[in-house]
């Protein structure tokens, strides 16, 4: 998914099937309304790589 599509990250706790590996989640939208959870081993420097980015023209 192209990073210009993410529209909104929070953290997540939900018991929901998806590619992580752990329930301390984030949950990452994108496109038209689609969902993904990931479990990052460090999510501040996941949040952080996307804020920067985001910010990448």
């Keep these: 998914m192209p ?3 993410v529209t909104c990250v ?3 706790r ?3 099937s998806s590619p ?3 329930l301390d989640r984030l949950r990452i939208e994108y496109g ?3 969902v993904v959870l990931v479990s990052p081993h460090d ?3 996941f949040l952080t ?5 985001a ?3």
């Design 55 to 57: 910010h990448a023209a």
């Design 32 to 34: 038209s309304g689609k």
């Design 10 to 12: 929070t953290p997540s």
């Design 14 to 16: 939900s018991m929901v």
């Design 49 to 53: 790589a996307l804020g920067k980015g």
């Design 20 to 22: 992580a590996f752990s």
């Design 43 to 45: 999510q501040d420097s």
């Design 3 to 5: 990073l210009s599509q």
